[in-house]
């Protein structure tokens, strides 16, 4: 039986899979936004300039590990924090 509990009985519990699924789901999204913007980047450069040019594989370098290392900090940023997330209270008692 899955009994929905009351906002102040709700404890941060390390292994509940809303709040694995939450944070999970918040990774997965600011990942692909910053990934976005180094693909978008290379892809500009090779739009604009070809890939043919002496700098590109330097570039290209750079990009991605700039990019990368974004994603790193990312990562330890979200794990830095203790994230607690109601939802779907049925009730909310205002005595306490």
Do not use: C, W
């Amino acid at each position: 039986m899955n009994k929905r509990k009351r906002l102040k009985d709700r404890k941060i519990i390390d292994d509940d899979p809303y709040l694995t699924k939450s944070k999970d789901h918040l990774r997965y999204l600011l990942y692909n936004q910053i990934k976005n913007v180094f693909v978008g980047s290379l892809s500009a450069i090779e739009n604009k300039m070809g890939r043919d040019f002496p700098l590109y594989p330097q570039l290209r370098a750079e990009i991605l590990r700039l990019g990368n290392n974004e994603v790193r900090k990312m990562h330890q940023i979200l794990d830095s924090f203790n994230v607690e997330a109601a939802s779907f209270v049925d009730e909310f008692d205002n005595q306490g």
